[in-house]
Structures are given as C-alpha cells and as structure tokens.
C-alpha cells in the first residue's frame, strides 16, 4: 500500500495542524506503511490534512479513479475565529467552503468526538475519531532544562504556563488578568508571538500584560516550557483537541482547562481541574480559585500523576492502529 500524505500550505501552516501531520506521519513509520509527502494519483489511498483548492482538486480526480480520499478536519469555522487578523471575517464564508470541500472525502478523521459533533453537520461522509496523539518521545528529557529555563524567563516555582501560538481564542484574557489577579505567581505562555499577525485587542492584551505575566515568543526546544512549568492552565474556548494539553499530561503537570465539551473526557477534581464559573462569578475569579488549590505542591503532584495516566491511551503507539485500521477500511470498499 502506497499512501500520499499530502499536507497543502505546510511551509505556512504552524502549530497543532503542523504537529498532528507529524505525529501521522511517524506513526506510518511506525506501522511501515509507505507513503510520500507528495500529491499523486499512483498511491493508494490519498490522504490530505488541509482541504485547500489544490487538496480538493486531486481529491475530485482520485475519486474519479476509484482512488479512496482520506482527510483530517482539523479546521473547522467554530475554532477559525478568534485566532489572528481578520479569521472573524473569514470564518462566515468558510464554513460553506469547508461543506463543500469535506465533502469530496470518502472518509474524515476527527481529533475528538466534539469535533465529530460539528463535522457530522458539514458533510455526509463517513467519520471516525481518531486523537492528534501525543509524542511522547518528544518530551524524553525535558526536567533536565528546568533550570535553564526557569533561569532565561525568571520563572518560580509554582509557575503557570500555557504552550502554543498566542491567540485570543485560547483564553488570552482571561490568562493575563489572571496574571493580574495573582502578582505573587509567575505567569508563562511559551509560543509564537505573530504580532503583525494579531488584531489591536490581542496586542493590547499581551503589550498590557502584568510584570508577572511572561510572553516568551518562539522557544528553541519546547521541552523547555514543559520543565519550567508547574501549573497548565488552558482557559480555551474552543478547541478540537490540544495537543499541548495532551503533552502537559503526559509530562505530568497538572492541567486547569475550561469546561467546554472539547474536554469532556476529562474527570474534574481527578486527573483535571475543571473551571466553569458559578452565577455571578467572574471567569478569572473562577480560575483563580484552582490556581490556588494547587499552590499545594502535594495535590499538583497527585493531580499530576493522575493526568499522566489518563493520557496513555493517546500514545502515538497506542493511536496508530487506528490508522491502519483507516486505510484497509477504505480500500476494501
């Protein structure tokens, strides 16, 4: 079997659609499943993780072949807005591009059953759940940098840390006032800036930021923000996956998210702590309240503990079969 992974824009596109393709694509090695990076009508099976105009062209010729059209949708209107300058305009018209181009796919991957839920609403094609995964290989070592980089950023024990392109929609409000709200904790968001890239609210946000509130930019090795935090704290609201979340986890730190759907497997107050603000409570006044609950390095320990377990089943070895499972699906029809 010859698969053509193909991922449209990649030498443009970062971040967690940039991570899942990569994870793919050492689990085919894993299962030493040949592929190539390359669009082409010879493979197999063709598999696309950006349905963009060029994506969507081939996928209309494989299906004309009889060729099975695999594609991940990691994109979805719902968690298109909020990101960077001008995705609100564009998130209206997208959701009809995006009906329109799932909908040339045989078969489509969901990171989550949430993004089922929504995807089940664009386009008449079959879905299966398959998770981002998380690798683990990529974090071997990672303790040994903590004190390099708590150094670099002038970071404290218990530090509060967020990974990932700084964008409004993952909570960036409600992590600087936060910031704010607890002058005596180190706040970290390790990920790219893009300033040029942000609409004048985002900027304003991180320029206004508190003194305790450490916008890193682009990190060389990002075991680094992994060693240097205590807390990850992921007030999103709204998110296919996180793979981020999914390696805090496997890294042993224990994870503040907001209680959206998204993370419904997620158990509060066991492996996580879940933040959904009682009437009359105000979004950091809720965070707050779990921020403080683990200053106690004991319960982040056995929090800790608890989410590394959790998160076993989304081991890249653990996932990859379901891809295997995927293709032979696909090309037995």
Request: with cysteine; proline share 5%; charged share 25%.
């Amino acid at each position: 079997m010859l698969v053509s992974h193909y991922f449209e824009l990649a030498e443009h596109v970062t971040g967690g659609i940039s991570e899942s393709v990569a994870h793919q694509r050492k689990m085919l090695d894993r299962l030493d499943v040949a592929y190539t990076t390359r669009p082409t009508l010879d493979a197999d099976v063709m598999h696309f993780n950006l349905m963009g105009p060029r994506s969507v062209w081939y996928a209309k010729r494989a299906r004309s072949k009889g060729i099975p059209v695999v594609a991940n949708t990691h994109v979805t209107a719902e968690d298109f807005g909020d990101s960077f300058r001008f995705t609100n305009a564009l998130a209206r018209p997208l959701k009809p591009y995006l009906r329109w181009a799932y909908g040339h796919a045989d078969a489509l991957v969901c990171p989550s059953t949430y993004n089922q839920g929504l995807i089940d609403t664009y386009a008449d094609v079959p879905t299966t759940v398959v998770s981002n995964g998380v690798d683990t290989e990529k974090l071997a070592g990672f303790e040994s940098l903590e004190a390099e980089y708590r150094e670099r950023y002038e970071l404290s024990e218990p530090t509060v840390f967020l990974v990932g392109h700084v964008i409004k929609r993952k909570g960036l409000e409600t992590f600087v006032e936060l910031a704010r709200a607890r002058p005596e904790i180190d706040f970290a968001w390790f990920g790219p800036l893009d300033l040029s890239l942000k609409g004048r609210e985002t900027t304003a946000l991180i320029e206004n930021a508190p003194e305790n509130c450490t916008f890193t930019g682009f990190v060389d090795d990002i075991r680094g923000a992994f060693a240097a935090g205590d807390v990850f704290c992921f007030p999103t609201h709204e998110e296919n996956e996180g793979i981020a979340l999914l390696e805090a986890m496997a890294a042993g730190k224990p994870v503040v998210v907001r209680d959206i759907e998204t993370f419904s497997w997620l158990a509060d107050g066991e492996d996580s702590l879940k933040v959904s603000p009682d009437p009359g409570e105000s979004d950091v006044e809720a965070f707050a309240a779990a921020i403080d609950e683990l200053t106690d390095a004991s319960r982040r320990e056995m929090l800790g503990e608890a989410g590394a377990a959790r998160v076993e089943p989304f081991s890249l070895a653990s996932v990859a079969d379901n891809y295997r499972a995927l293709y032979d699906e696909v090309t037995a029809e």
